[in-house]
């Protein structure tokens, strides 16, 4: 079993800044791919960026260029940078693990809130 703890969430202007960190429980998070999602009320959950165990990463192209996901395995950490927010930023996001066993785990969830 993974545990996933989401931090960072915010009320944030259009333009700002917010890092979303994910802490991971147990001893094997180097082996995991990790990946940040989003959810808005009555749309289906999306992938943001997802990070694999030898750093390759891959992005939503709406987040491509303003988004940067990273990764301390040292700390079972991962990270979401989020630069330039726009209001179509604002969603819940939810931390992600899949195991080398195919298991999948999220977190709780932090909600992202971009206005004005």
């Known amino acids: 079993q993974v545990q996933l703890v989401e931090s960072g969430g915010a009320l944030v202007q259009p333009g700002g800044s917010l890092r979303l960190s994910c802490a991971a429980s147990g001893s094997r998070f180097s082996t995991y791919h990790m990946g940040w999602y989003r959810q808005v009320p009555g749309k289906q959950r999306e992938l943001v960026a997802v990070?694999?165990?030898?750093?390759?990463?891959t992005y939503a192209d709406s987040v491509k260029g303003r988004f940067t996901i990273s990764r301390d395995n040292a700390k079972n950490t991962v990270y979401l940078q989020m630069n330039s927010l726009k209001p179509e930023d604002t969603a819940v996001y939810y931390c992600n693990a899949k195991t080398i066993s195919r298991n999948n785990y999220w977190g709780q969830g932090t909600q992202v809130t971009v206005s004005s």
């Open positions: 990070i694999s165990t030898i750093d390759r990463t």
